[in-house]
């Protein structure tokens, strides 16, 4: 099994609609992202999380919201989806004790908004 | 502002011949450089950090360099299976502490 576990890996919907992207891990990492990847704009950081209790915006958080649920569980919701948030999405850990920038990676989410 | 440009966008290589692709920055405060490779259809992996100007890493066919305004990615006579995108990244000395991406150079080396 992966270490990072992102679900669905793909969805289409509609505009409007409510999503939610989940990741868990098994790594035992504290620390958990939300980049988003669009063709020629790179990794994008959404949110992050540095514990359960410690959750901050990254560059782009409107539109979006996280919620931590546990060490292992940090999902992403998008209120309500809009075609320009049509794009992959990463679910990414960290060890905060070796703290080298080493980030393990989810297999991603493709989310297409019609 | 802080900026993070990679360069070429894209390269072809034909196997065997050695190139370097460049990642360049602005930035107020640089407390590392990351390499990661990323392969079609998955999540980056990452290769190496960086720390300080003057500083290399190696694994393989590649080596990774840091200056105070760039740091390259030399890749010595590449095979096909190093065809991959090859992001940079860097973690600022600011109160985000996450990384921030450059958009990527897409490498194909054909046999």
């Known amino acids: 099994d992966a270490d990072v576990t992102q679900t669905p890996r793909n969805r289409i919907t509609k505009t409007g609609k409510r999503i939610m992207l989940e990741c868990s891990q098994t790594k035992g990492h504290d620390r958990m992202y939300w980049y988003r990847q669009d063709p020629g704009l790179g990794l994008r950081l959404i949110y992050y999380?540095?514990?359960?209790?410690?959750?901050n915006k990254g560059e782009i958080s409107d539109g979006y919201s996280v919620s931590r649920q546990a060490q292992a569980k940090f999902s992403l919701s998008l209120e309500s989806a809009i075609p320009n948030q049509t794009a992959l999405y990463f679910c990414?850990?960290?060890?905060?004790?070796?703290?080298?920038?080493?980030?393990?990676f989810g297999e991603g989410s493709r989310l297409t908004v019609l | 502002e802080d900026q993070v440009t990679q360069s070429p966008e894209a390269l072809r290589l034909q196997e065997g011949e050695s190139s370097s692709l460049n990642c360049s920055y602005t930035?107020?405060?640089?407390?590392?450089l990351f390499w990661y490779r990323q392969d079609p259809g998955k999540g980056p992996e990452f290769l190496f950090t960086?720390?300080?100007a003057g500083e290399e890493k190696e694994k393989e066919r590649l080596k990774a360099t840091l200056t105070k305004k760039e740091s390259f990615l030399h890749i010595t006579a590449p095979k096909p299976e190093d065809s991959a995108t090859y992001l940079c990244a860097l973690l600022l000395d600011t109160g985000r502490r996450a990384l921030t991406f450059g958009s990527g150079t897409r490498l194909q080396v054909q046999p």
């Open positions: 999380s540095f514990d359960v209790k410690d959750i």
């Open positions: 990414a850990t960290s060890d905060f004790y070796r703290d080298t920038g080493e980030l393990f």
């Open positions: 930035v107020s405060g640089l407390r590392g």
């Open positions: 960086l720390y300080s």
